[in-house]
């Protein structure tokens, strides 16, 4: 047992470390709308906090603090994040539930405090006989509740990324991967709470989280970094009126999820009408969220999926001209031409330095 603990905290110190690592690079690099990022940032620091808790509990004792409200900060910060990314905005019903879980981590030291007079920040209430069977009976109801969530997000998301583009196929696959990820770790919970003497199940859930989690983040699908900004209406020009009158949701949904820019003719006309606003409100719209002109674009994101396109190992035998009509472009002539603008130097250049 003694062993095993050393070799623990040798992967919390790794894992702590590759945290640093990962909060750096998606602060750098991770160019998505502002709550997203947020919220893969909070999933990173409480994953640091919770490997820096168990080397601090090692060394110096039980803390409630680092032991047991990362954890549930991790767990809603998770959730939120998912469903963020699945819908773009925040579920109030999945908010209330994270209060919920948040009141209960706090409200049940609080009762034991007050019924049996333990030490409200020091006492392990896993060890004490007192209080060991109602909580592990809230833990399993909490985990069996968050069981249900995980799978209704993954089949939603499943369900949501079922295009065959490369955008989301590969998204999808990511969040495949880290939610089954999430059902390993309920499970070995669910193990620990079964047979409690086999405490390193506890252990190795925790580890096997936070490092899968840590590494899923650093190895995340890269279009994600160069996904556009949602721009606030002040930073270009007050226009309340045209953020008003197009959803975004909507305009997400036919543009990117859709892949309408994909669309060898496609018009601010054709997508003005599927959304029932005027070409003029589209445009406008465009310009206050992405800073460009429809035009630039389609152009743009039609370069980010050529890119793509070519980072997958399965193209390496169509020729130029085939990934450039994938990508919607009419001729190689204008593929070249936005190539030129949004990468820079020559698309050749770029498949030879690839397939090296």
């Known amino acids: 047992m003694g062993n095993n603990i ?59 603090l680092l032991a047991e409200f ?47 007079g333990l030490d409200l920040l020091n006492e392990n209430f896993y060890i004490n006989p007192v209080t060991l069977k109602l909580v592990i009976t809230i833990r399993v109801l909490v985990i069996i509740f968050f069981l249900i969530v995980v799978m209704i997000l993954l089949y939603k998301i499943i369900i949501e990324y079922k295009s065959d583009n490369i955008y989301y196929a590969s998204l999808r696959n990511w969040c495949i991967v880290i939610i089954f ?27 096997f989280l936070c490092l899968f989690q840590t590494i899923a983040i650093i190895y995340r699908p890269r279009f994600l970094n160069n996904m556009p900004n949602e721009i606030s209406s002040y930073k270009l020009f007050n226009s309340n009126k045209v953020l008003n009158n197009i959803s975004f949701d909507q305009f997400t949904f036919s543009f990117f999820t859709q892949t309408f820019f994909l669309k060898e003719k496609a018009s601010i006309r ?16 465009v310009k206050v969220k992405y800073n460009l002109s429809f035009i630039d674009m389609i152009n743009k994101h039609r370069i980010l999926y050529f890119i793509e396109l070519i980072n997958l190992p399965e193209n390496k035998d169509f020729t130029l001209e085939s990934l450039s ?27 030879n330095t690839v397939y090296l």
Not at 201 to 207: A, D, M, Q, T
């Open 270 to 285: 054709e997508l003005a009408v599927s959304l029932n606003v005027t070409q003029e409100e589209l445009q406008d719209f």
């Open 70 to 116: 990362p954890v549930t900060l991790l767990a809603i910060s998770g959730i939120n994040f998912f469903y963020q990314l699945y819908r773009n905005k925040l579920s109030s019903y999945v908010i209330a539930c994270c209060i919920l879980l948040l009141f209960f981590t706090i409200a049940i030291p609080v009762y034991f405090n007050f019924k049996y």
């Open 325 to 351: 009509e994938k990508s919607g472009f009419s001729s190689r002539q204008n593929m070249h031409k936005s190539f030129k603008k949004y990468h820079g130097g020559n698309p050749s250049d770029l498949i």
């Open 6 to 64: 050393i070799f623990f905290n040798y992967l919390y110190a790794i894992i702590l470390a590759l945290s640093i690592i990962a909060i750096i690079d998606v602060v750098v690099k991770f160019k998505r709308p502002i709550r997203l990022k947020l919220l893969l940032l909070a999933i990173l620091i409480n994953i640091g906090i919770i490997s820096f808790g168990q080397l601090y509990i090692y060394y110096n004792g039980y803390n409630r």
């Open 181 to 207: 990820s999430l059902l390993i770790t309920i499970f070995l919970n669910i193990l620990f709470y079964i047979f409690p003497n086999l405490s390193d199940i506890k252990l190795v859930s925790i580890i």
